[in-house]
């Protein structure tokens, strides 16, 4: 395959005497969708935080287009590239929803807006922030305040947050976490929306099935901190390994353990 966009090599962390991830090697192609599965308490939020520098490994390396990035802080992967959203909301709740966005915006572009010379880059965050509403479908919404949004959208504006930091990789944890039924459809057609844009590839932590299924090109299993398996939908739900880890009794010890 080509340069990975991703590569983890043993990556481990240990927390006293658990070790939450083990030894871990992953590669992810560019421009692909894969989904990180696995029991409650598997690894897989510890994971993404080795990815996206919210915590140091105490083994391994994780590197990006093939450099090594293991010693690099969390604003430094975002810049980057490596954008990651969070199982909670993270909006300026008294804000409308174009202006959370104009102000992530206005962020990655730099410089401040006081001055009224720079009245015509505000329009252009104006509008940049209007497009990346419109990729989640909250277009309709931009004028209301961010607090009174329901779950479902509030969900689709941290996409939308997240999105104004041009990220090529986008490591998604749960996006449909607290979510009613009624809204996750609508979160996972701006995800597919995402992917089928071509412009990233993506992460997903998720739980529900389904939608892993619909949407990955490639599903990582995570068990006890170990990566159990890695390979296409298909490979995946005929692998005996996976199946009886979800099927028997280490299922169990897992959640326990
Ligand atoms: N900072 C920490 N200190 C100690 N233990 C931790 C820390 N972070 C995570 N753990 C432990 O590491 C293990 C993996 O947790 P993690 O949240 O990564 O699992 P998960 O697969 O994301 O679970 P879930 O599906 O429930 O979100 C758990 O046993 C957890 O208690």
């Known amino acids: 395959m080509a340069q990975p966009i991703l590569e983890t090599r043993g990556l481990t962390i240990q927390f006293g005497a658990h070790v939450a991830v083990n030894g871990v090697d992953f590669t992810v192609a560019p421009q692909t969708f894969t989904s990180i599965i696995g029991p409650n308490g598997a690894g897989k939020t510890t994971f993404f935080n080795l990815l996206s520098g919210q915590l140091r490994p105490t083994g391994g390396t994780v590197a990006m287009n093939g450099r090594d990035i293991t010693g690099l802080a969390v604003h430094e992967r975002t810049r980057l590239g490596i954008g990651r959203s969070f199982q909670i909301t993270n909006v300026f709740p008294n804000l409308t929803v174009l202006e959370n966005v104009r102000m992530a915006a206005q962020a990655v572009g730099g410089g401040s807006f006081r001055l009224f010379s720079h009245y015509k880059k505000f329009k252009h965050y104006e509008e940049k922030a209007r497009y990346l509403l419109a990729k989640v479908h909250l277009d309709g919404k931009s004028e209301q305040i961010a607090k009174n949004l329901s779950h479902g959208d509030k969900r689709k504006l941290e996409i939308a947050i997240l999105l104004a930091l041009e990220p090529k990789m986008l490591l998604l944890d749960e996006p449909t ?81």
């Open 177 to 257: 976490a607290g979510m009613s039924l009624e809204e996750v459809p609508a979160i996972i057609e701006v995800i597919r929306g995402l992917k089928e844009s071509g412009e990233h590839t993506i992460l997903l932590i998720e739980h529900k099935i389904d939608m892993v299924l619909d949407l990955s090109d490639q599903l990582a299993v995570l068990f006890n901190g170990r990566l159990l398996a890695h390979g296409t939908p298909e490979e995946i739900m005929s692998n005996e390994l996976v199946q009886t880890a979800y099927l028997g009794g280490l299922y169990d010890d897992a959640v326990t353990g």
